[in-house]
């Protein structure tokens, strides 16, 4: 069968950024991003037939380049956050190109409040500073609990809380438009609500950063 100059590319491009893996053989987060950019622009290039081979490389190239800066951005950040949030309580995780960070409510609100605790101040000025130097993200502000009480007050509670995170951070100078927050109350446990260890990891806030590019 033959191999058009699409197909082509999207081995070579693979081919280099495989070569480019590190010393313990894995890709970065960011030859990652340019891997899936390069072979998602190959194949929009491709419309027609054959005959859009060169537009197919122009994609792969243009998908590939979008995808690597993509992907160094994000690790900047990523590493930014994990400097600042050090020692804070504020678990830092990356999600493909995605950040999420995740804060516990024992340390960010008193029971049943929405009312953030005034020692958690320092915490978000700090990531209201590094959310300042990185201002291509979008940041969606999630509120969740346990399942003790009533759906409608978890619920409530949940909103209250992702709000007034989102509150704090617009004082901080952060753009209030780059900010959604939203209550999920008790619709997204991350573990088992029969124990309080797993209550405790279901009541929290989760900030998610995007790439504005995805959107």
Known sequence: ???SLRHAVIAALSATLLAGC?????????????LIGGVAGAVLGKTTGDKDD???LGGAVIGGLAGLAIGNYMDQQEAALRQSLQGSGV????????????????ITF???????????????????NTLNQFADTRIQIAGHTDNVGSDAFNLQLSQQ????????LAGTGVVAQRMQAVGYGESRPVADNGSDYGRTQNRRVEITLIPVQQQ
């Open 54 to 56: 060169k537009r197919a």
């Open 161 to 168: 809380r992702a709000n007034s995170v989102r509150g704090y």
């Open 110 to 128: 008193a029971t049943g409040q929405s009312t953030i605790e005034p020692q958690f101040y320092p915490v978000l000025n700090n990531l209201g």
């Open 91 to 106: 678990d830092v995780q990356r999600r493909n190109d995605n950040i999420v960070l995740t804060m516990p409510d024992a």
């Open 1 to 3: 069968m033959k191999l």
């Open 22 to 34: 590190g010393v313990n053989g894995e890709m970065t987060r960011a030859e990652q991003g340019a």
